[in-house]
């Protein structure tokens, strides 16, 4: 088993205090967005026997475990986050895997260099995703029905903004909600600066269900991808509670400390709230033009008392165990990798001792037991 030295990524977005806190440590007073844990080349965690990629790559079948490699390839097929949003994240969505291997392919064909701002497909991989609140945590997810939507439009009281109300009326669900983000993706830059201003300054004065559109507004004065995320359901999950977030379902988190799940890839395609490249033909080519529930999961109990976030993808599974004062230790043991993180208490996993913000990586079929008073985090693979 191995305890891990993870990198905190400074993206702009990013809480000021929120990684500092959980961890104990003094804030930087430097944006601290995501702490990875993981094998991923860009910040791979850190251990006494080297960079955990390189670990990895040296004997995949050891670490890994033969089923894992089987089924994903000798790579450790998740990312595992702490994600700490003090101001909202780019709307966005992922390709489903059909869609990003074909993307990638095309890119590569067409010479598009890798680290090219206007670059889509980083690689071939889909990237569903889970996140788990450590605090309450607002986001976006997914579609609001047509005539919800047109009705949030329509109480804004914009002028300019009818011609989308009486779209999201008239249409059939999949052609009102494709119609209407075109529409405002591709409005004339100027006109559409005019309505998002104004859009923000009624969803201020009016507050309520218009607040967490009003808080997006004031970072992103005069972005479409404003007006965007009033089409999308507002989501606030309480700590313990998770959203996952599938193919096609356009997306933003607002606010909010959480642990965040994702299959190993970099595949992005973003709709607005960003100075980033948005390539609009292929966004709609990838968005699943459909009302959904946000879906909030609660984790299932088990006998054992692993309590599992229940998600349709094998490339990662999250749960976690709440240990009390005096209980039993937990066998962990499998035949698949595992990254534990504690995010509560004092924990130790095998010969391991946790705080907050610390995590371990346990080889396949390695020897783990997790004891102690404190809350852990377990992440490993369906295989």
Same mark, same amino acid.
């Given at each position: 088993?191995?305890?891990?030295?993870?990198?905190?990524?400074?993206?702009?977005?990013?809480?000021?205090?929120?990684?500092?806190?959980?961890?104990?440590?003094?804030?930087?007073?430097?944006?601290?967005?995501?702490?990875?844990?993981?094998?991923?080349?860009?910040?791979?965690?850190?251990?006494?026997?080297?960079?955990?990629?390189?670990?990895?790559?040296?004997?995949?079948?050891?670490?890994?475990?033969?089923?894992?490699?089987?089924?994903?390839?000798?790579?450790?097929?998740?990312?595992?986050?702490?994600?700490?949003?003090?101001?909202?994240?780019?709307?966005?969505?992922?390709?489903?895997?059909e869609e990003a291997k074909e993307g990638y392919e095309d890119e590569e064909r067409r010479g598009?260099?890798?680290?090219?701002?206007?670059?889509?497909?980083?690689? /071939? &991989?889909?990237?569903?995703? %889970?996140? $788990?609140? !450590? +605090? =309450?945590?607002?986001?976006?997810?997914?579609?609001?029905?047509?005539?919800?939507?047109?009705?949030?439009?329509?109480?804004?009281?914009?002028?300019?903004?009818?011609?989308?109300?009486?779209?999201?009326?008239?249409?059939?669900?999949?052609?009102?909600?494709?119609?209407?983000?075109?529409?405002?993706?591709?409005?004339?830059?100027?006109?559409?600066?005019?309505?998002?201003?104004?859009?923000?300054?009624?969803?201020?004065?009016?507050?309520?269900?218009?607040?967490?559109?009003?808080?997006?507004?004031?970072?992103?004065?005069?972005?479409?991808?404003?007006?965007?995320?009033?089409?999308?359901?507002?989501?606030?999950?309480?700590?313990?509670?998770?959203?996952?977030?599938?193919?096609?379902?356009?997306?933003?988190?607002?606010?909010?400390?959480?642990?965040?799940?994702? /299959? &190993?890839?970099?595949?992005? %395609?973003? $709709?607005? !709230? +960003? =100075?980033?490249?948005?390539?609009?033909?292929?966004?709609?080519?990838?968005?699943?033009?459909?009302?959904?529930?946000?879906?909030?999961?609660?984790?299932?109990a088990s006998p054992d008392g692993e309590e599992v976030y229940e998600t349709p993808i094998d490339?990662f599974r999250l749960s976690r165990f709440v240990l009390s004062e005096g209980g039993a230790a937990?066998?962990?043991?499998?035949?698949?990798?595992?990254?534990?993180?504690?995010?509560?208490?004092?924990?130790?996993?095998?010969?391991?001792?946790?705080?907050?913000?610390?995590?371990?990586?346990?080889?396949?079929?390695?020897?783990?037991?997790?004891?102690?008073?404190?809350?852990?985090?377990?992440?490993?693979?369906?295989?």
């Amino acid at each position: 088993m191995d305890r891990l030295t993870n990198t905190v990524r400074p993206y702009a977005w990013g809480s000021t205090t929120a990684i500092a806190e959980l961890l104990g440590v003094e804030p930087t007073g430097e944006p601290q967005a995501e702490m990875w844990m993981g094998a991923h080349p860009g910040a791979p965690s850190r251990t006494e026997r080297g960079p955990l990629n390189e670990v990895i790559d040296e004997d995949p079948a050891r670490e890994l475990g033969p089923r894992a490699v089987a089924k994903f390839g000798p790579r450790l097929p998740f990312l595992l986050k702490i994600l700490a949003a003090g101001a909202p994240l780019s709307l966005q969505v992922h390709p489903n895997l059909e869609e990003a291997k074909e993307g990638y392919e095309d890119e590569e064909r067409r010479g598009v260099p890798v680290d090219a701002p206007h670059r889509n497909y980083k690689d /071939a &991989n889909h990237k569903p995703e %889970l996140i $788990c609140a !450590l +605090t =309450p945590f607002d986001g976006l997810c997914g579609f609001r029905a047509p005539d919800e939507a047109a009705e949030l439009l329509a109480g804004l009281g914009v002028d300019s903004l009818k011609p989308y109300v009486d779209l999201l009326h008239a249409k059939p669900e999949e052609a009102a909600l494709r119609e209407v983000l075109t529409a405002v993706l591709t409005a004339d830059p100027d006109d559409m600066a005019k309505t998002v201003a104004e859009a923000a300054a009624a969803a201020e004065r009016l507050g309520g269900a218009y607040a967490p559109y009003a808080a997006v507004a004031r970072h992103y004065p005069g972005d479409p991808g404003v007006i965007a995320a009033l089409l999308l359901n507002h989501v606030r999950l309480q700590p313990g509670e998770a959203m996952f977030l599938g193919a096609g379902v356009p997306h933003a988190y607002i606010e909010g400390l959480g642990v965040e799940i994702m /299959a &190993n890839s970099d595949n992005v %395609l973003r $709709c607005g !709230l +960003t =100075p980033k490249h948005v390539d609009v033909p292929e966004l709609l080519r990838v968005v699943r033009f459909e009302a959904t529930d946000p879906g909030v999961l609660r984790p299932e109990a088990s006998p054992d008392g692993e309590e599992v976030y229940e998600t349709p993808i094998d490339e990662f599974r999250l749960s976690r165990f709440v240990l009390s004062e005096g209980g039993a230790a937990h066998d962990l043991t499998t035949e698949t990798p595992q990254i534990l993180l504690c995010t509560a208490g004092a924990v130790r996993a095998g010969d391991v001792a946790l705080t907050p913000g610390q995590s371990a990586f346990v080889p396949a079929g390695e020897k783990a037991e997790v004891s102690g008073t404190g809350t852990v985090f377990r992440a490993t693979v369906v295989a």
